[in-house]
């Protein structure tokens, strides 16, 4: 279904401007077909767009979003219009920003660290990943079409006087030459005349002349002979289920399929083509949405993405092996890249990190060897160079330490949960087929308190293992606090090196366990049983284990026998 609310004889302003066109689009879906979500949304409303307007940007937004800044569109525009840089920028990202968050943030909806370290530290090489809202998008560059290429830098030629510095030639360009081409946006007339004897429009962008048509319109707007009625019928037909059949749509155009974060997976195509792209981080927010503020929804939320950076990691697209041929994409952007899609691997040794300490409290053992005194000053530097790079990541971007601190605490609580469930699930379907539902974050509530949902508990398995690792670790500070008692003073200087490590991992978890205790700072039912089973089934491992008990030896009898 498409309905014009504005079109070319929409209303006016007061001042007696016309008002941009407003048209609502449903796209037809039907059962036996793929409809790929979200991303398959998108390519059908790019189709459409470019039928009815063809507009050359476009801004892209979620439905929870909205504009907090009337001026943040002109911002993109100075980045995608720049006479020097404009024609090579695919998009221009803005941060996401939320309403409705606590005050302290407690499960860290900001993703401050994500945002004001990470993505301004990658404007600075190729330019921001692309995250899924708050984006204004080149459409020549959603087409799969590559960057145009500017003039060749001159060659250095070697004066008379000294065979090693040299002059710059001077170039002088036609009216015709690959200069002007360039300012054109790389797509003159003899190349489009190629790229038609070269290939099939049809093949490639599906079978919609007036659609394809307007693919090689860099300026966007339409043919001024085609009637109302004509557009609109094309725009039927551009979003028919079975339109993408056949095509390139999804592979190779638009936002491309294939993971449930297609934002990641876009945005990483076009940066191994030769786009880059800006980050934009007005002083007023561009954008604000809602947040899911519930601990359940919000490690639902996690999941999905860490879930679609697994798929990326193990399809064709893997960051790791895709995109060599060309050599457009740089080696630090690259390595970004990898970065967005392995993270949720690091749930497994974050899993061992965190059962250590206790393990270590219940068994005696010390999670540190014993180190030469080289080595410990080699551990020493390393804590050092990582807590200096920290505190100049800080600085520079002005984040605070709570806002860092918080971000550190559901970084541990997510990557035991979420990342672990997501690697998981992402081995089962690559290796047994199993596929897993999208489900879509609850970010609303009805509740009259402003931070209701903070305090709702929702159960689900993604809190099993978080809490697992809550129960050991104060189940082995208490058994390493009573042994202590027992043993004497001299068994106090070992033990403080073992809590340190246990009190490290729950103090981590602190905004997790009080997820758990509700509203009333009461835990929930499920959550009593979950901790009295896990709870018995430590303590009777250790009784079984009992590793401070001295083991009675009896008498040696391998030298005199049973009469010694």
């Not at 009637?227 to 725009?235: G, I, N, Q, R, T």
């Not at 303590?539 to 391998?558: C, E, T, Y």
Request: proline share 5%; glycine share 10%.
């Amino acid at each position: 279904m498409i309905q014009v609310f504005l079109g070319h004889s929409g209303g006016h302003d007061t001042d007696g401007n016309e008002l941009p066109r407003l048209v609502y689009v449903s796209r037809e879906k039907r059962p036996g077909f793929q409809h790929h979500k979200k991303a398959g949304a998108m390519n059908a409303l790019i189709r459409v767009s470019a039928v009815l307007t063809n507009a050359p940007f476009m801004l892209n937004l979620d439905c929870d979003h909205y504009v907090n800044n009337s001026k943040a569109i002109r911002e993109a525009m100075c980045f995608l219009m720049d006479p020097q840089i404009g024609r090579k920028v695919c998009y221009v990202q803005f941060p996401q920003r939320f309403d409705g968050i606590d005050k302290h943030d407690r499960y860290a909806n900001r993703n401050t660290v994500f945002f004001d370290i990470n993505m301004k530290g990658l404007d600075g090489i190729q330019g921001p990943v692309y995250v899924g809202t708050g984006c204004v998008f080149r459409r020549q560059a959603l087409y799969g079409y590559n960057p145009p290429k500017g003039p060749k830098r001159p060659k250095m030629v070697s004066c008379d006087c000294c065979p090693c510095f040299g002059r710059r030639k001077k170039l002088k360009y036609s009216q015709g030459g690959s200069n002007e081409q360039a300012a054109d946006g790389g797509l003159g007339d003899d190349d489009k005349e190629l790229l038609m004897s070269q290939m099939n429009f049809e093949k490639r962008f599906g079978q919609s002349a007036a659609f394809v048509t307007s693919t090689l319109m860099e300026e966007g707007g339409v043919p001024p002979s085609s009637s109302p009625a004509a557009l609109l019928k094309e725009a039927i037909h551009v979003i028919s289920c079975g339109y993408e059949d056949k095509t390139e749509w999804g592979s190779e155009l638009g936002w491309i399929y294939g993971s449930i974060t297609e934002d990641i997976l876009t945005g990483f195509k076009m940066h191994c083509r030769g786009w880059r792209s800006i980050y934009c981080m007005p002083r007023r927010p561009a954008f604000k949405g809602s947040a899911p503020i519930n601990l359940s929804d919000r490690l639902n939320q996690v999941l999905r993405w860490a879930l679609g950076s697994v798929e990326i990691f193990f399809s064709r697209h893997s960051p790791v092996w895709y995109g060599y041929k060309d050599g457009h994409l740089k080696w630090l952007e690259r390595f970004a890249y990898v970065n967005t899609t392995i993270y949720p691997f690091t749930s497994l040794p974050l899993l061992a990190y965190c059962t250590l300490p206790a393990v270590c409290l219940l068994t005696g053992k010390f999670i540190m060897p014993t180190i030469s005194t080289f080595a410990s000053l080699f551990f020493i530097a390393l804590f050092i160079s990582i807590f200096a790079t920290g505190i100049l990541e800080l600085r520079w971007s002005g984040v605070s330490i709570e806002e860092w601190w918080r971000n550190e605490q559901f970084w541990v609580i997510g990557g035991v949960s979420a990342h672990l469930f997501a690697v998981i699930q992402g081995l089962l379907k690559v290796l047994a087929g199993i596929d897993t539902n999208f489900t879509v974050t609850s970010k609303a509530t009805d509740d009259e308190d402003e931070f209701g949902e903070l305090y709702a508990f929702k159960w689900t398995t993604l809190l099993i293992p978080p809490t697992t690792l809550l129960i050991i670790n104060l189940v082995g500070v208490v058994a390493g606090i009573s042994d202590a008692i027992n043993n004497g003073y001299q068994s106090w200087g070992p033990l403080f090196g073992k809590l340190f490590f246990s009190f490290w991992v729950i103090v981590h978890l602190y905004p997790f366990l009080k997820g758990l205790m509700g509203r009333q700072n009461r835990t929930p039912t499920i959550v009593v049983i979950w901790s009295v089973l896990l709870a018995s089934i430590f303590s009777l491992l250790w009784v079984r284990i009992d590793p401070f008990v001295m083991k009675a030896k009896g008498p040696d009898v391998g030298q005199c026998g049973i009469n010694c």
